[in-house]
């Protein structure tokens, strides 16, 4: 680094720090602090050196500390995309191509039947398998909903004291959740086809997971940036729309039970 | 016990959410958005004091309990509504019966937290500290107990009996 001035020019030092790419709330304060005593005293030579070296320390430490995106979390974002992308083109399949005659409707309804008279079905319903499987999928969907509305919260200025990056390590779990839910859904769905494939908000409540999924792979990739963080505004718009989104795919699911008569062909 | 649930299903807040087809849905979506929120806030919690998320600083994260406990309200209310409208499928429940006595514990859980000082011990710690091993087993028993209340909540209706 350049020599350094006392006085404005040493703003100079936090702006190096800025620019190279650095955002981290809790970091952040402590820049404005450092430089802060930096501009309002006179600091010993050796003090000067011991700030300069700790400033390079605290880029390398934070760049070791994987600050920035770490791909195998991003991978398993990805993945999740996708799955959502899937959930949404089932759906946007059978909202835009319904089926062009009553035979083809008629067989359409007969899969889904012979599904679920299937001998797997058969044992899926009548043995431990569907009670088990569906505790798996309300636990999923407790990990998916309870940190994502957590991290919305937070996004949101509730517990503004954890740091953000703190976030980070939540996203994966809420992962983990959702691949819970998809999985056990998978047997659920076997169980009982025409029920949930013929229900029109069995579709609704998978749009608006698949919604909600994209949505915190946005917040994900916006606030895990290494060249820097989104707008706060931006962020509170996302978890706004989030926990929405969250809160709704909830309702949609307690109703698909109850809306068994409606048909959705 | 059989006597007031008889005649708690005779009451007209009983008739009232029986009798009205909205109603039990909607308490089951409160009752399901309440246990995301608890589980999700508490356990959280509880997964920083169990060092699983050791990112945030304690206190930090202490501000999501009051949230945790708002789900817990919401699902008090909702199943105290439940109860009320159909009280005899849950008196004579073995799982219901076991799910009570697991909030209960919860709750002593919740209170020992509180009246052995491990809350305010808790409270002091930076990031990534380690918290000290009371407070791992009274968030480890947290985490148990509430995934087990959500899992007997969901094998309600296999253990009828």
Not at chain 1, 83 to 94: Q, S
Request: a positive charge; charged letters at 10%; hydrophobic letters at 55%.
């Amino acid at each position: 680094m350049a020599v350094m001035k006392i006085g404005p020019g040493s703003r100079g030092e936090g702006q190096q720090l800025r620019s190279a790419g650095f955002r981290h709330e809790s970091i952040e304060s402590r820049i404005d602090e450092a430089t802060r005593l930096l501009m309002t005293r006179e600091p010993s030579p050796e003090a000067r050196r011991a700030v300069l070296a700790a400033i390079a320390r605290l880029q390398t430490s934070a760049a070791a500390a994987g600050f920035e995106v770490q791909r195998g979390s991003s991978r398993l974002t990805a993945i999740s995309m996708s799955m959502a992308m899937v959930l949404l083109g089932f759906v946007a399949f059978r909202l835009f191509v319904p089926p062009a005659t009553a035979a083809q409707a008629y067989a359409g309804e007969a899969l889904l039947i012979q599904l679920s008279g299937s001998s797997l079905a058969f044992w899926i319903n009548t043995t431990f398998v569907y009670p088990g499987f569906l505790f798996i999928h309300t636990l999923g969907l407790a990990l998916v909903v309870g940190i994502g509305l957590a991290v919305d919260l937070r996004l949101l200025g509730v517990a503004a004291r954890v740091p953000l990056a703190a976030l980070r390590a939540l996203i994966p779990a809420i992962w983990v959740g959702f691949w819970m839910s998809v999985l056990s859904g998978v047997v659920l769905f076997t169980a009982d086809a025409p029920g949930k494939g013929e229900n029109a908000l069995f579709s609704i409540k998978l749009v608006l997971v698949a919604s909600g999924v994209i949505v915190t792979g946005l917040i994900e990739r916006h606030l895990f940036r290494a060249d820097g963080g989104m707008s706060p505004s931006r962020s509170r718009t996302l978890a706004i729309i989030s926990l929405l989104l969250w809160i709704a795919a909830i309702v949609a699911g307690r109703l698909v039970g109850y809306a068994v008569d409606g048909a959705f062909v | 016990m059989n006597a007031v649930a008889v005649w708690l299903g005779g009451t007209q807040l009983s008739w009232f959410v029986t009798h009205h087809p909205w109603v039990w849905p909607t308490c089951e979506v409160l009752h399901f958005i309440g246990m995301s929120l608890l589980l999700g806030c508490i356990g959280l919690v509880d997964a920083r004091l169990l060092g699983i998320w050791a990112a945030p600083p304690v206190v930090g994260v202490n501000a999501l309990i009051g949230w945790g406990f708002v789900g817990f309200l919401m699902n008090v209310v909702t199943g105290l509504l439940f109860f009320v409208g159909d009280p005899l499928q849950y008196v004579t429940n073995p799982g219901f019966q076991l799910k009570m006595l697991f909030l209960v514990l919860a709750g002593w859980n919740v209170f020992m937290f509180y009246a052995t000082g491990v809350a305010t011990q808790v409270e002091s710690l930076e990031e990534h500290e380690q918290a000290p091993v009371s407070a791992k087993v009274i968030a480890g028993t947290s985490l148990f107990l509430w995934i087990g209340i959500l899992f007997l909540g969901r094998m309600l209706p296999y253990l009828r009996p």
